[in-house]
């Protein structure tokens, strides 16, 4: 019986976990941005190699990487469809009145609409900021929309980081970005068109003796000549 499902490849954490450092090292740096003296001069040397490392982590990703989850995964988190608006639409009574959630996909519309934003951000922030190297910080108002989009990103990631570790509806979400593994009875409720579109495909091809290196491939009972060689009964790729 299959326990759990590979939700995220190691491409795909790899890359949200370089954007949560990255992001995490270009707001302690960032701070003292327009100030003046030795200390300025090093956190502003960070902070531009913060935004380098990012920009190189994720190219850098996306060229030795599972092309095809990252791929699958983007084209996906850009795609607000009537399920997803449904989704959101019903979140003020799921999170008010605990109605149950509507069927969703992989990633349902919350997910969705935080990626775009997060994106968009980001965007503004890398165009503010390269003004900024270029024009300066001092009576600028193109910096001031830097300051602005720096506020809306703390606020996004808080409430992702809440959702991730302490409401206890969604926080166990959190292993599936840390080991690639969710257990299926979590995924079939919250997940419930993603887990059932994933698994028949997956066992059938188990059955025919097939692997693969996909979010959602059922994660199957090791095999006993296989069980002398890993301490885990449970394993599977996830590149």
Same mark, same amino acid.
């Given at each position: ?5 590979? /939700?995220? &490849? ?12 990255? %992001? ?5 740096? $960032? +701070? ?6 030795? %200390? ?12 380098? *490392? #990012? ?5 850098? @990703?996306?060229?030795? @990487? ?22 959101? =639409?019903?979140?003020? *009574?799921?999170?008010?009145? @605990?109605?149950?959630?509507?069927? &969703? $996909? ?8 935080? %990626?775009? +934003?997060?994106?968009?951000? #980001?965007?503004?922030? %890398? +165009? ?20 602005? =989009? ?29 080991? @690639? ?13 993603? &887990?059932? *579109?994933?698994? =028949? ?10 692997? /693969?290196?996909?979010? $959602? ?5 090791? /095999? ?7 301490? /885990?009964?449970? =394993?599977?790729?996830?590149?």
């Amino acid at each position: 019986m299959v326990l759990r499902v590979l /939700r995220f &490849t190691g491409s795909e954490r790899a890359v949200h976990w370089l954007t949560a450092a990255a %992001f995490v090292s270009l707001l302690a740096s $960032g +701070l003292p941005v327009g100030r003046s003296g030795s %200390f300025h001069n090093l956190m502003y040397g960070w902070h531009l190699i913060s935004a380098g *490392a #990012l920009v190189g982590g994720i190219l850098l @990703g996306i060229a030795a @990487g599972n092309r095809r989850a990252l791929g699958g995964a983007a084209s996906e988190l850009v795609r607000l469809t009537a399920d997803d608006r449904s989704w959101l =639409a019903h979140a003020p *009574a799921h999170l008010l009145a @605990g109605d149950p959630e509507p069927p &969703t $996909g992989r990633f349902n519309g919350r997910q969705k609409l935080n %990626f775009l +934003l997060v994106c968009l951000l #980001l965007a503004m922030l %890398f +165009l503010t900021g390269i003004n900024a190297i270029v024009e300066g910080t001092h009576h600028n108002l193109v910096f001031a929309g830097h300051k602005l =989009a720096t506020i809306a990103a703390c606020g996004l990631v808080g409430a992702h980081m809440y959702m991730a570790v302490v409401n206890r509806g969604t926080r166990n979400a959190l292993r599936g970005i840390v080991t @690639g593994e969710v257990d299926r009875a979590w995924a079939e409720k919250h997940y419930p068109q993603w &887990t059932a *579109a994933q698994l =028949a495909p997956a066992s059938t091809a188990q059955a025919a003796g097939h692997n /693969r290196d996909c979010p $959602g491939q059922p994660i199957p009972a090791a /095999r006993a000549s296989d069980r002398s060689e890993s301490k /885990r009964p449970w =394993a599977g790729t996830s590149r």
